[in-house]
Protein backbone atom coordinates (compact mmCIF):
# COMPACT_ATOMS: atom_id res chain seq x y z
CA UNK A 1 0.00 0.00 0.00
CA UNK A 2 1.20 3.72 -0.83
CA UNK A 3 1.83 5.65 1.71
CA UNK A 4 1.35 9.32 2.07
CA UNK A 5 2.83 10.85 -1.11
CA UNK A 6 4.34 14.54 -1.96
CA UNK A 7 4.99 16.27 -4.51
CA UNK A 8 7.02 17.89 -5.73
CA UNK A 9 10.42 16.75 -3.09
CA UNK A 10 11.99 19.86 -3.66
CA UNK A 11 11.06 23.75 -5.22
CA UNK A 12 12.95 26.70 -5.66
CA UNK A 13 11.15 29.86 -6.87
CA UNK A 14 11.68 33.40 -6.69
CA UNK A 15 10.51 35.49 -4.37
CA UNK A 16 6.90 36.98 -5.57
CA UNK A 17 6.30 33.35 -7.34
CA UNK A 18 3.19 31.27 -6.80
CA UNK A 19 4.15 27.72 -5.80
CA UNK A 20 1.49 24.70 -5.13
CA UNK A 21 2.64 21.46 -3.37
CA UNK A 22 1.11 18.52 -3.33
CA UNK A 23 -0.26 15.75 -0.87
CA UNK A 24 -2.04 12.45 -1.35
CA UNK A 25 -2.95 10.79 1.52
CA UNK A 26 -3.03 7.09 2.35
CA UNK A 27 -6.26 5.51 0.55
CA UNK A 28 -9.14 5.74 3.06
CA UNK A 29 -8.07 8.41 5.57
CA UNK A 30 -10.20 11.03 6.21
CA UNK A 31 -7.68 13.32 8.11
CA UNK A 32 -4.79 15.14 6.35
CA UNK A 33 -2.64 17.37 8.19
CA UNK A 34 0.02 20.47 6.53
CA UNK A 35 3.26 21.13 8.85
CA UNK A 36 6.03 23.30 8.41
CA UNK A 37 9.47 23.03 9.84
CA UNK A 38 11.42 26.30 9.39
CA UNK A 39 14.74 25.49 9.46
CA UNK A 40 16.40 25.26 12.49
CA UNK A 41 13.11 25.84 14.37
CA UNK A 42 10.07 22.86 15.51
CA UNK A 43 8.03 21.41 12.68
CA UNK A 44 4.72 23.52 13.25
CA UNK A 45 0.91 22.26 12.28
CA UNK A 46 -0.76 24.71 9.76
CA UNK A 47 -3.82 23.08 9.15
CA UNK A 48 -6.39 20.04 9.76
CA UNK A 49 -8.80 18.51 6.77
CA UNK A 50 -11.69 16.21 7.48
CA UNK A 51 -12.40 15.16 4.20
CA UNK A 52 -12.90 18.08 2.22
CA UNK A 53 -13.67 20.08 5.44
CA UNK A 54 -10.98 22.38 6.96
CA UNK A 55 -11.60 21.16 10.69
CA UNK A 56 -9.00 23.57 11.84
CA UNK A 57 -6.22 26.27 10.48
CA UNK A 58 -5.37 27.75 13.38
CA UNK A 59 -1.71 27.38 12.10
CA UNK A 60 -1.60 29.04 8.70
CA UNK A 61 0.82 31.89 9.00
CA UNK A 62 -1.28 34.27 6.71
CA UNK A 63 -3.37 34.90 3.84
CA UNK A 64 -1.01 34.28 1.06
CA UNK A 65 -1.77 30.39 1.93
CA UNK A 66 -4.56 28.45 0.73
CA UNK A 67 -4.86 25.19 1.17
CA UNK A 68 -7.42 23.14 -0.53
CA UNK A 69 -8.62 19.63 -0.01
CA UNK A 70 -11.44 19.45 -3.06
CA UNK A 71 -13.38 15.99 -3.31
CA UNK A 72 -11.65 14.98 0.22
CA UNK A 73 -8.87 13.26 -1.64
CA UNK A 74 -5.75 14.50 -2.51
CA UNK A 75 -4.74 18.30 -1.05
CA UNK A 76 -3.07 21.14 -2.23
CA UNK A 77 -1.40 24.16 -0.53
CA UNK A 78 -0.44 27.38 -2.37
CA UNK A 79 1.94 29.96 -1.45
CA UNK A 80 0.90 33.33 -3.53
CA UNK A 81 3.01 35.52 -3.38
CA UNK A 82 5.63 33.68 -1.62
CA UNK A 83 8.13 35.64 0.61
CA UNK A 84 11.41 34.51 1.81
CA UNK A 85 10.12 33.63 5.08
CA UNK A 86 8.25 30.69 3.49
CA UNK A 87 11.34 28.09 2.85
CA UNK A 88 11.51 25.22 4.81
CA UNK A 89 10.25 22.00 4.76
CA UNK A 90 6.23 21.26 3.80
CA UNK A 91 5.24 17.60 5.65
CA UNK A 92 1.63 16.25 4.97
CA UNK A 93 0.58 13.45 7.00
CA UNK A 94 -3.15 11.22 7.46
CA UNK A 95 -4.87 9.50 9.38
CA UNK A 96 -7.99 7.48 10.02
CA UNK A 97 -11.14 9.29 11.76
CA UNK A 98 -10.57 8.21 15.54
CA UNK A 99 -6.54 7.71 15.18
CA UNK A 100 -5.51 11.14 14.68
CA UNK A 101 -2.45 10.95 16.39
CA UNK A 102 -2.16 7.92 17.45
CA UNK A 103 -1.84 5.99 13.68
CA UNK A 104 -0.61 9.18 11.76
CA UNK A 105 1.62 8.57 8.72
CA UNK A 106 3.90 11.28 7.29
CA UNK A 107 5.32 12.02 3.75
CA UNK A 108 9.02 12.76 3.24
CA UNK A 109 7.96 16.20 2.76
CA UNK A 110 8.23 19.21 0.10
CA UNK A 111 11.79 21.20 0.70
CA UNK A 112 10.67 24.86 -0.32
CA UNK A 113 13.42 27.44 -0.79
CA UNK A 114 12.45 31.01 -1.87
CA UNK A 115 15.34 32.90 -3.22
CA UNK B 1 -1.03 24.44 25.02
CA UNK B 2 1.68 22.53 24.61
CA UNK B 3 5.37 23.12 24.33
CA UNK B 4 8.00 20.91 23.69
CA UNK B 5 11.64 21.46 24.57
CA UNK B 6 14.75 18.77 23.14
CA UNK B 7 18.12 20.84 24.69
CA UNK B 8 20.41 18.99 22.50
CA UNK B 9 20.38 20.09 18.62
CA UNK B 10 22.93 18.10 17.96
CA UNK B 11 24.58 14.85 19.25
CA UNK B 12 28.16 13.26 18.08
CA UNK B 13 28.11 9.97 19.32
CA UNK B 14 30.98 6.79 18.55
CA UNK B 15 29.24 3.60 17.31
CA UNK B 16 28.82 1.08 19.78
CA UNK B 17 28.41 3.67 22.50
CA UNK B 18 24.82 4.55 24.33
CA UNK B 19 23.06 7.53 23.97
CA UNK B 20 20.32 9.49 25.16
CA UNK B 21 18.07 12.08 23.33
CA UNK B 22 16.26 14.47 25.82
CA UNK B 23 12.46 15.62 25.76
CA UNK B 24 10.68 17.26 28.43
CA UNK B 25 7.08 18.59 27.40
CA UNK B 26 4.56 21.23 28.88
CA UNK B 27 0.82 20.25 29.26
CA UNK B 28 -1.95 20.79 31.39
CA UNK B 29 -3.55 18.21 29.89
CA UNK B 30 -3.12 14.07 29.75
CA UNK B 31 -1.31 13.84 26.32
CA UNK B 32 0.36 10.82 24.25
CA UNK B 33 3.61 10.93 23.02
CA UNK B 34 6.22 9.93 20.42
CA UNK B 35 9.25 10.31 19.08
CA UNK B 36 9.90 10.37 15.15
CA UNK B 37 12.75 9.77 13.00
CA UNK B 38 13.73 11.60 10.03
CA UNK B 39 16.88 9.51 7.80
CA UNK B 40 18.89 11.83 5.53
CA UNK B 41 16.68 12.25 2.03
CA UNK B 42 13.90 10.62 3.69
CA UNK B 43 10.46 11.60 5.59
CA UNK B 44 9.50 11.24 9.39
CA UNK B 45 8.83 7.86 10.33
CA UNK B 46 6.96 6.86 13.54
CA UNK B 47 10.25 5.41 15.92
CA UNK B 48 7.95 4.59 19.54
CA UNK B 49 4.85 5.96 20.92
CA UNK B 50 3.37 6.59 24.73
CA UNK B 51 0.00 5.70 24.34
CA UNK B 52 -1.17 4.08 27.73
CA UNK B 53 0.07 0.92 30.43
CA UNK B 54 4.13 0.20 30.76
CA UNK B 55 5.81 3.63 30.69
CA UNK B 56 9.00 2.02 29.15
CA UNK B 57 8.30 1.42 25.66
CA UNK B 58 10.15 0.24 22.82
CA UNK B 59 11.07 0.12 18.97
CA UNK B 60 11.89 -2.31 16.66
CA UNK B 61 15.15 -1.32 16.32
CA UNK B 62 16.34 -0.88 19.87
CA UNK B 63 15.35 2.22 20.92
CA UNK B 64 13.33 2.68 23.87
CA UNK B 65 11.91 5.59 26.02
CA UNK B 66 9.98 5.86 29.06
CA UNK B 67 7.70 8.23 30.04
CA UNK B 68 7.90 9.93 33.61
CA UNK B 69 5.14 11.78 34.26
CA UNK B 70 6.42 13.66 37.71
CA UNK B 71 9.50 14.91 35.39
CA UNK B 72 7.13 15.01 32.29
CA UNK B 73 9.60 13.94 30.36
CA UNK B 74 10.02 11.04 27.61
CA UNK B 75 14.14 10.32 26.93
CA UNK B 76 14.72 8.38 24.27
CA UNK B 77 17.21 5.70 24.90
CA UNK B 78 20.17 3.72 22.59
CA UNK B 79 22.85 1.62 24.57
CA UNK B 80 24.81 0.62 21.47
CA UNK B 81 24.07 3.20 18.62
CA UNK B 82 25.26 1.77 15.22
CA UNK B 83 26.03 3.82 11.79
CA UNK B 84 22.82 4.01 10.32
CA UNK B 85 20.97 5.53 13.25
CA UNK B 86 22.85 9.03 12.00
CA UNK B 87 19.16 10.89 11.58
CA UNK B 88 17.09 13.46 13.01
CA UNK B 89 14.89 13.00 16.25
CA UNK B 90 11.91 14.57 16.56
CA UNK B 91 9.95 14.09 20.29
CA UNK B 92 6.09 15.41 19.46
CA UNK B 93 3.37 15.32 21.58
CA UNK B 94 -0.39 15.32 21.06
CA UNK B 95 -3.87 15.87 23.43
CA UNK B 96 -5.68 12.66 23.90
CA UNK B 97 -8.57 14.80 22.90
CA UNK B 98 -6.86 16.46 20.17
CA UNK B 99 -6.19 16.37 16.47
CA UNK B 100 -2.46 17.76 16.17
CA UNK B 101 1.33 17.30 17.23
CA UNK B 102 3.75 19.11 18.62
CA UNK B 103 7.08 19.10 18.09
CA UNK B 104 10.30 19.85 19.79
CA UNK B 105 13.13 21.45 17.35
CA UNK B 106 14.88 18.20 16.76
CA UNK B 107 17.99 16.38 17.99
CA UNK B 108 20.39 15.47 15.30
CA UNK B 109 22.04 12.50 15.85
CA UNK B 110 25.71 11.71 14.15
CA UNK B 111 27.33 8.09 14.95
CA UNK B 112 30.92 8.50 14.15
CA UNK B 113 32.55 5.12 13.26
Known amino acids: EAGVTQFPSHSVIEKGQTVTLRCDPI?????LYWYRRVMGKEIKFLLHFVKESKQDESGMPNNRFLAERTGGTYSTLKVQPAELEDSGVYFCASSQVGKESTEAFFGQGTRLTVV | AQSVTQLDSQVPVFEEAPVELRCNYS??????LFWYVQYPNQGLQLLLKYLSGSTLVESINGFEAEFNKSQTSFHLREPSVHISDTAEYFC???????????FGTGTSLTVIP
Open chain 2, 27 to 32: SSVSVY
Open chain 1, 27 to 31: SGHDN
Open chain 2, 92 to 102: AVSERTGNQFY
